[in-house]
């Protein structure tokens, strides 16, 4: 049957792999389901991992997509080098071959397309002449359409081989939406906007990603408790992205989407490292909603990354020391077997509603518009039965019907899919980035009983995120929008006394700090 693969990718768990033991990796993989994803890529830039890995995704009925252990290389072009690489296939195959998680076997990670596609490469075969050249694409084919296929046909008939990701199976240009698999970049990398994950629906997106920063308490590990610029020494030599540069394109793109970070000194980094995890989780959930909305076309959605190999400034979503980012708490709902995708483009916005169900679903759906005090001011509605593991289009529904005469800041929409008269997803649209957006003061009253709090919103609250500082203490949601009177009761777990929790909160919005 057709299935959605939703998910991410995984790099090696720690940079010395006799520290990883079978409860990190079970772990991992619990926390992605539980983020109801149910594809994980492993990386070729990294080792073969345990058997121990296989075991647990096998129990846990996740999909695995596995590369062999070729990560953006140009491979040596002699035969003793194929016949190495043959042998190490064999043996890795005769050992994981029979894991029913494994549903793909890939040849490697960007090396045919960095091959075709990287100005690296190119630059190599000018230096290194036709001749040459013809030898190492050639060497490269018999690798990866022969040698590797073949071991895979040998030992996990059962299983597809892909030569390479991304991969057109060798039957046209890589790495385009046209067909294969496709790594895009243009975002974060490329440095352009957000918005343009909008703008393709590509067969089936392996890899794409957005940074941000850890929680305090990661970085207090690394870093010690009195660093507050993202610039410092320290926090430059944990940051990987352009040789350590890369907390200038966090700011970069805070620049452009969010607002600057309020206060001075360690509560102006956390302010920071919140602002990046929101544009991170905002970044992926545009996109990842939007591949679903693809569907048939688009059948597959991993963003990268889910960890970290060691602890950083980096694109996982959950960090080293496996706490979870405002992005794996958003990842619940836009991988949910449910969800509306509701996409602002010019003067309206079009829903869609994806479902994961192999049967017709019966549901309804609503878009309400709102004014920043709570006013309602015009709605779109109606009843659906959500097709079977696929896309029903609600329809695409005029600004005037459902935000009239009201200025695009000072006004939003909530899209919602209902079962039963119960909303199983949300989302909330803007017509401006959220910098323009004229945001209230939201109001946020807090209770506490023991170890669970209830977070009351007076107005519009966007992206609470409940801060515990350096404090090792975790909600069991965060990163949610609250609308006007609407309340949250939140379990926190974690060492810390009660009284401990209560004095360190701090409650974040797109606002401010509360």
Known sequence: MPVFAKGANLIPFDSFPSRVTAATMDRMLADARAANMN???????????????YDSADRMGLMIWQDFMFGGAVPPPDPAYRASVAAEADEQLARLGSHPSIVVWTGGNEVLSGWANWSDRKDFKKAVGPDEQERIATAMTVLFDRVLRDAVAAHSPQTPYWPGSPSTDYQGPVDTDAAGDR????VWSGSKPVENYLDSCPRFMSEYGFQAMPGMATMAEFAGPKVSDPQSPVMKAHQKFLAGEGNSRLAFYLDARLRPAQGSGPARLADFAYLTQVNQMQAIDMAARHHRACAPVTMGSLYWQLNDV????????????GRWKLLHYAARRFFAPQAVVAEHKADATRVALVSDAQGPVPAQWRLTGYAMDGTRLGAAQGDVTLAADGVTEAGRVPDAQVFGAAAPGASYAV???????QTVSRQIVERMVPKAMAYPDPGLAVQWHGRTVTITA???ARAVMLDFGTLDATADDNGFDLLPGESRTLTISGAAPDAALRRALVLRTLAGSH
């Open 458 to 460: 007076r107005h519009l």
């Open 310 to 321: 060691w602890p950083a400034i980096s694109w996982a979503s959950i960090d080293h020391a």
């Open 39 to 53: 594809m994980i890529r492993v990386w070729g830039g990294g080792t073969y991992l345990d058997d121990a890995f």
């Open 183 to 186: 790594h895009f970049w243009d």
């Open 415 to 421: 899209a919602e899919l209902l079962r039963d008269g």
